[in-house]
């Protein structure tokens, strides 16, 4: 499965109610994907999520673990980057 397909198989085409537009989608490993998102915060600062999914025998589930909310954009490159090299 690619990255979208893994991303869109678990949480579908609704965006996200915190951060609703779609930056990028990648895989972390083959069966690890990520979509990076952006809105804006209760005071309206911009803010960043990072959801990650797992795909096992064509079923996905979400890596809350993972996953989070960062105030840059190069926060969630660094995790995504910290992520690859640990190999999780």
Same mark, same amino acid.
């Given at each position: 499965?690619?990255?979208?397909e &893994?991303?869109?198989q $678990?949480?579908?085409?609704?965006?996200n =109610?915190?951060?609703?537009?779609r +930056?990028?989608?990648?895989?972390i490993r083959?069966?690890l994907a990520?979509e &990076?998102s952006?809105? $804006?915060?209760?005071?309206?600062?911009? =803010?960043?999520?990072?959801?990650? +999914?797992?795909?096992?025998d064509?079923?996905?589930?979400?890596?809350?673990?993972?996953?989070?909310?960062f105030?840059?954009?190069n926060?969630v490159?660094r995790?995504?980057t910290?992520?690859?090299?640990?190999?999780?």
């Amino acid at each position: 499965m690619t990255a979208l397909e &893994i991303i869109e198989q $678990e949480y579908g085409n609704a965006p996200n =109610i915190m951060t609703p537009r779609r +930056v990028r989608v990648g895989l972390i490993r083959a069966d690890l994907a990520y979509e &990076i998102s952006s809105g $804006e915060g209760f005071d309206h600062e911009p =803010i960043w999520g990072l959801s990650i +999914v797992e795909e096992k025998d064509g079923k996905t589930a979400r890596k809350f673990d993972l996953s989070g909310c960062f105030r840059s954009l190069n926060a969630v490159e660094r995790r995504i980057t910290a992520l690859k090299a640990r190999k999780v």
